[in-house]
């Protein structure tokens, strides 16, 4: 299991340093809001999830794309605008889709994949399946009203559903401090019903092993269970580069994050054979991903008619 983590989390953090690299250059046809630094939070729950389990995320999803199985060269051609992205060069970096892989979709609107997933846990529960959602989503996403009005639903009705809050501290340049009269997350899930608990220091290995805990107990007729996950992004709310600059948020406050990072964590606990194998094929994966998307087609003019309601 810990190649497993540690292939995901490099695979992540490999591909977004190269797309920070190109996007510049003006390849790359969509804003993008990198996972830089939070790779953990989605490597961590979908590690432990099966794999007809299904996800809904957010705006900032490079990282759950891949880590619930989302193909490398599908996600590289949709941020390159091109006909063979997931999306068919229509979504771009914030609305990611993979339904064979159990990513049902991310949405630019914040908030708003919750309310989507209550509906698919719904779903499960009707039928009868033994599978499972998890929503993801953003401290900032916890002030909208879908927030309350899809965490009482999943109570009332019991619902298999794992809330993920990816809690970075940040909704774009406002703290959580400023913007929340009580900045506890978990307590307001609690007020609902929901079994709350607050993960710290965005361990890997710590979130793989409650997600496996939680979600045992979720299939077995639980009802919903909800993480605020603390983490951290070291890049700017959307873009490739640091923004301390702009005096929202210091280095030091960064630092600490960087230095506990995961990826560098199970680097070290990896014997040095194994992780420059693993290290070597992601660099063949990430490079041929990068090609596909340079020498894949612009879409078709018809194409802006299709898939049209």
Known sequence: MLERLYRSLYRIR?????????????????????????????????AALQPDDVVFGTYRGHALYLAKGGD????????????????????????????EAGMMGASAVVGTTIANAIGYAYAFQYQKR?????????????????????????????????????????????CQQRRQGRPDICAR???????????????????????????????????PYFFEVMTYRWREHVGPNNDFHLGYRTEDE???????????RLEAMLVPEKRKQIQEEVEAEVAAALAYAEESPEPEPAELYTDVL
């Open 14 to 46: 490999r591909l977004e340093e190269e797309l920070a690299r190109i996007y510049p250059t003006d390849k790359i046809k969509s804003p993008v809001h990198l996972s830089i630094g939070q790779e953990a939070v989605s490597v961590g729950v979908c």
């Open 72 to 99: 490398m060269k599908a996600m590289t051609a949709e941020l390159y605008g091109k006909a063979t992205g997931c999306t068919r060069g229509k979504g771009g970096s914030m609305h990611l889709i993979s339904t």
């Open 130 to 174: 033994n599978t499972l959602v998890a929503s993801f989503f953003g401290d900032g996403a916890s002030e909208e009203g879908v927030f309350a009005e899809s965490l009482n639903f999943a109570a009332l009705k019991r619902l298999p559903v794992l809330f993920v809050c990816e809690n970075n501290g940040y909704a774009i340049h406002t």
């Open 189 to 223: 899930a609690r007020a609902y019903g929901i079994p709350a608990e607050r993960i710290e220091h965005n361990d890997v290995l710590y979130l793989f092993e409650r997600t496996r805990a939680v979600t045992a107990k979720i299939r077995s007729g639980g009802g």
């Open 254 to 264: 960064a630092t600490p994050w960087i230095e506990a990072d995961q990826v560098t």
